[in-house]
T-cell receptor
Framework: EDQVTQSPEALRLQEGESSSLNCSYTVSGLRGLFWYRQDPGKGPEFLFTLYSAGEEKEKERLKATLTKKESFLHITAPKPEDSATYLC??????????FGPGTRLSVLP | NAGVTQTPKFRVLKTGQSMTLLCAQD?????MYWYRQDPGMGLRLIHYSVGEGTTAKGEVPDGYNVSRLKKQNFLLGLESAAPSQTSVYFC???????????????FGAGSRLTVL
C-alpha cells in the first residue's frame, strides 16, 4: 500500500532559526510530489511540485528537494508568518493523491 | 476567479439528519475530490470524480454519497448523519493528470460540520 509519512509532527522554531521538514514516501510509482501550506481554518495552498530525484524548487525562504525516497522542505531564517501546517502529497499515477499527515510549524518572534 | 467555493462554511446537525455540501469550481477542471480532515489523521479521500457524470469511492466512502451532474459542481451528501462524521470537509479540483501544472490540486476553504 502506498504511504506518505511526515516528520516531525510538530516543530517550534525561534525566528531566524533554520530547519527542515521531512516527507518520506513508499509508492508504486511517483509522477510528482507536492508541498502545500495550510493556515488554520483555511484550505491547503499549493507551494511546489517536484517530479524527479535531484530536483529543487525555491520560493522566498522555502526550498524543496527530492530524492528517490524522501523530500525535504528547508526553511531558511523563518519568520512568524511562516507558521502553518505543511502537507506533503504524492501523485502515484493514480486518479488520487496520497497525503501525509502534515507538520505543524510554529515560528516564535 | 473564485476558484473552488464550498457552501456552507459551518453546519451543526443532529444525529440522523441529512444534508448536502456543495462544491463549485470555475476553472473548467475535470477532476474533483471530497476530503475530510480530522486531527492527527491528515486528509482522507471520501469520493472523487474524473468528469461530469462520473463518481468513484475513495478511502472512507461509507455514510456519504456524491453526484456530479454538472462539470463545475460536486455535491457531497450525508443521508443520516452520525457523530463520527464530525469533521472539516474540503473540496478540491484539478485540470487533469500528467506531468504538468494541470495536476495541481486547488482546494476550497473548507466546511466545518458538527454532528450532535
Amino acid at each position: 500500500e502506498d504511504q506518505v509519512t511526515q516528520s516531525p509532527e510538530a516543530l517550534r522554531l525561534q525566528e531566524g532559526e533554520s530547519s527542515s521538514l521531512n516527507c518520506s514516501y513508499t509508492v508504486s510509482g511517483l509522477r510528482g510530489l507536492f508541498w502545500y501550506r495550510q493556515d488554520p481554518g483555511k484550505g491547503p495552498e499549493f507551494l511546489f511540485t517536484l517530479y524527479s530525484a535531484g530536483e529543487e524548487k525555491e520560493k522566498e525562504r522555502l526550498k524543496a528537494t527530492l530524492t528517490k525516497k524522501e523530500s525535504f522542505l528547508h526553511i531558511t531564517a523563518p519568520k512568524p508568518e511562516d507558521s502553518a501546517t505543511y502537507l506533503c502529497a504524492v501523485d502515484n499515477y493514480g486518479q488520487n493523491f496520497v497525503f501525509g499527515p502534515g507538520t505543524r510549524l510554529s515560528v516564535l518572534p | 476567479n473564485a476558484g473552488v467555493t464550498q457552501t456552507p462554511k459551518f453546519r451543526v446537525l443532529k444525529t440522523g439528519q441529512s444534508m448536502t455540501l456543495l462544491c463549485a469550481q470555475d476553472m473548467n477542471h475535470e477532476y474533483m475530490y471530497w476530503y475530510r480532515q480530522d486531527p492527527g489523521m491528515g486528509l482522507r479521500l471520501i469520493h472523487y470524480s474524473v468528469g461530469e457524470g462520473t463518481t468513484a469511492k475513495g478511502e472512507v466512502p461509507d455514510g456519504y454519497n456524491v453526484s456530479r451532474l454538472k462539470k463545475q459542481n460536486f455535491l457531497l451528501g450525508l443521508e443520516s448523519a452520525a457523530p463520527s462524521q464530525t469533521s472539516v470537509y474540503f473540496c478540491a479540483s484539478r485540470l487533469a493528470g500528467g506531468n504538468s501544472g494541470a495536476n495541481v490540486l486547488t482546494f476550497g476553504a473548507g466546511s466545518r460540520l458538527t454532528v450532535l
